[in-house]
């Protein structure tokens, strides 16, 4: 499965709502379909697993959803803290994992 | 709390070898999944090799037959052994334990691998 995700930049103010878009090759059945997040020089967090399930710790503003092909991010209100690089990641197949190439979220 | 410490990394000419390793604490090691994860420069991530529960392994293509991942259930560590490396093995090596939806939910900090002559 590829993982192209949409828009590769977006630029937006704090308190805005964002919505990042994760498109598969091929329907993801299974459900194994996650979201990071990484600030720069850092590693990746885990955001989202299962497409819509908020990993420990995660604020109430991040969300996933989606199935088949079309996944989402939606962060609700955006917080200084949240401008950062977010891939898409699928599990499952040859190979074993897949990432997305990335939006990154820039302030406006 | 969860730790993922990785060490090993630096500079090695083409054709060389490298040994990462990620200590681990704060979790049952022993049936955890674990993950090599690489980033080259201003790139996005790439998996690299898996070892599962049962101690099955899997490659990437890009480093199937040059890269070996084993871990030391005594000592809590992942390991991996890198071999016939290339400049395009550039990156920095995460390692992540895998989480129970086909995620990587625990990450180290990461180590830097070059490869330059």
Redesign the interface.
């Known amino acids: 499965i590829v993982l192209t995700q949409s828009p590769g930049i977006v630029s937006l103010s704090p308190g805005e709502r964002a919505t990042l878009s994760c498109r598969a090759s091929h329907s993801v059945a299974s459900n194994y379909l996650a979201w990071y997040q990484q600030k720069f020089g850092q590693a990746p967090r885990l955001l989202i697993y299962g497409v819509s399930t908020r990993a420990t710790g995660i604020p109430d503003r991040f969300s996933g959803s989606g199935s088949g092909t079309d996944f989402t991010l939606t962060i609700s209100r955006l917080e200084p803290e949240d401008f950062a690089v977010y891939y898409c990641q699928h599990y499952g197949g040859s190979p074993a994992y897949t990432f997305g190439q990335g939006t990154k979220l820039e302030i406006k | 709390q969860v730790q993922l410490v990785e060490s090993g990394g630096g500079v090695v000419q083409p054709g060389g070898s490298l040994r990462l390793s990620c200590a681990t604490s704060g979790f049952t090691f022993s049936p955890s999944g674990m993950?090599w994860?690489r980033q080259a420069p201003a790139q996005?991530?790439?998996?690299v090799a898996?070892i599962r529960y049962n101690d099955i392994k899997?490659y990437?293509?890009s480093v199937e037959g040059r890269f070996t991942i084993s871990r030391d259930k005594s000592k809590n560590t992942v390991y991996l052994q890198m071999n016939s490396l290339t400049t395009e093995d550039t990156a920095v090596y995460?390692c992540a334990r895998a989480?129970?939806?086909?995620?990587?939910?625990?990450?180290?900090?990461?180590t830097l691998v070059t490869v330059s002559s």
Do not use: M
Not at chain 2, 44 to 47: A, N, R
Not at chain 2, 101 to 110: A, C, E, F, R, V
């Open positions: 993950r994860v996005g991530l790439e998996w898996l899997e990437a293509d995460y989480g129970s939806g086909g995620d990587l939910d625990y990450w180290g900090q990461g």
